[in-house]
């Protein structure tokens, strides 16, 4: 089945340590997301890539980095992570930027900051 | 700017029983409303949207949404509610363009009692 994969799927990291996500899509769709979402909350868009063009949302920190070496990978690098940084981060993909293209998600990576 | 208002933060149905989640949004425009379904410690799942044409809207599960574009609502609905369906539901919402990112309510966790 086509579909968007996290790994992994638990990361404990300690504070000021740098960490990598990682996302990978067999769906072939041009368009990759990463959303931060805390506590139960409404998923919050950090960034996207439409192919190789990367696309960073007003208000994310400097602090989070993104690369997309191919189209079926992407990564989330979070270059020093803090307490307030612990949170589920979810991957997803669309197949382009319409309005009406629905974004579909991976299981999500749950990162914890010691 | 688009939005969405989840207005229950909780909803209680006994199984077996009509169920109703509801939303109402705000954007410029026609807009795109998109449902999901997250379980504990998982990715969002797709449910349903809605694009034009018929108002009311079929998706996975035996779930289904009524649009009204005379309230700006996209109310989720399933006529027999199952234990198993217990989760937080999101609604989404984005403007024609596209060009926008997609907006999530704030969610609602649905407690089914057997």
């Known amino acids: 089945d086509a579909m968007v994969i996290q790994n992994p799927r638990y990361q404990v990291t300690q504070f000021g340590k740098p960490v990598t996500l990682s996302c990978s899509q067999t769906?072939?769709?041009?368009?990759m997301y990463w959303y931060q979402q805390k506590s139960s909350q409404a998923p919050k868009l950090l960034f996207h890539y439409y192919d190789k063009d990367f696309n960073n949302e007003a208000d994310t920190p400097d602090n989070f980095q993104s690369r997309r070496p191919n189209t079926s990978f992407c990564f989330l690098d979070i270059r020093s992570p803090g307490l307030g940084d612990a949170a589920m981060y979810l991957c997803a993909t669309s197949r382009a930027r319409e309005g009406t293209d629905t974004q579909y998600f991976g299981p999500g990576t749950r990162l914890t900051v010691l | 700017a688009q939005s969405v208002a989840q207005p229950e933060d909780q909803v209680n149905v006994a199984e077996g029983n009509p169920l109703t989640v509801k939303c109402t949004y705000s954007?410029?425009?026609?807009?795109?409303l998109f449902w999901y379904v997250q379980y504990p410690n998982r990715g969002l799942q797709f449910l349903l949207k809605?694009?034009?044409?018929?108002?009311l809207v079929k998706g996975s599960y035996g779930f289904e949404a009524e649009f009204n574009k005379s309230q700006t609502s996209f109310h989720l609905k399933k006529p027999s509610a199952l234990v198993s369906d217990s989760a937080l539901y999101f609604c989404a919402v984005r403007d024609y363009s596209g060009n926008t990112p997609l907006v999530f309510g704030k969610g609602t966790r649905l407690s089914v009692i057997a």
């Open positions: 809605y694009i034009t044409g018929d108002n």
């Open positions: 954007v410029s425009g026609n807009p795109y």
């Open positions: 769906l072939n769709h041009n368009v």
